[in-house]
């Protein structure tokens, strides 16, 4: 994603300011919360942008029941979960805005996964999951606190790769 000049500045100022509140001892789950709000503010309909998706998430779509899929940050691979990928940031060295951009937009990428799979701590590998489709398609946009899936868009698509999946058994 790019990003005017000027609120890469003041995002990298807040950046600043609040590796300032934590030695100071505010508390670090305000100061978390704090940086993680005003950067997904600014990514928007690209946070917490699923890349993999469970079987069981898709089986769980294909028997009714889109609200049992949730998305997972640190569950895959060596992403981090978000708490521990903001407290590096704020907490190890001061990086250029460029680098702690990066850092942060590669490891708030999410996977599409049950509550039960979610609540099991499990972690997956690739193999484990199927790839969706390319941020490009726009498709599994971020919806506030959930995805987007929409009957004829993602859902169409879930469908599809259900079939695949019971063909092959």
């Known amino acids: 994603m ?4 000027s609120i890469a500045g003041l995002l990298h100022e807040h950046y600043r300011n609040l590796r300032k509140m934590l030695r100071a001892g505010v508390p670090k789950r305000g100061v978390q919360k704090s940086f993680e709000e005003l950067v ?3 990514i928007a309909k690209n946070s917490w942008r699923p890349t993999h ?16 899929i949730q998305r997972a940050h640190g569950v895959l691979g060596e992403r981090l979960d978000r708490y521990e990928r ?4 704020l907490q190890g060295d001061e990086l250029p805005f460029e680098s702690w951009w990066k850092f942060f937009n590669d490891h708030d990428k999410t ?3 049950t509550r039960e799979e979610h609540g099991s701590g499990k972690k997956f590998t690739e193999a484990d999951l ?3 489709p390319h941020w490009d398609h726009g498709m599994f946009e971020n919806s506030g606190f959930s995805v987007r899936i929409r009957k004829k868009t993602e859902g169409k698509w879930l469908h599809e790769q259900h079939e695949k999946l019971y063909e092959t058994r």
């Open 111 to 113: 996977v599409l996964i």
């Open 130 to 132: 199927l790839d969706l």
């Open 2 to 5: 790019k990003l005017d000049e």
């Open 40 to 42: 997904y503010s600014v």
């Open 53 to 68: 998706v469970s079987s069981a998430a898709i089986q769980s779509y294909v028997d009714g029941n889109p609200r049992n």
């Open 86 to 89: 903001t407290m590096i940031l």
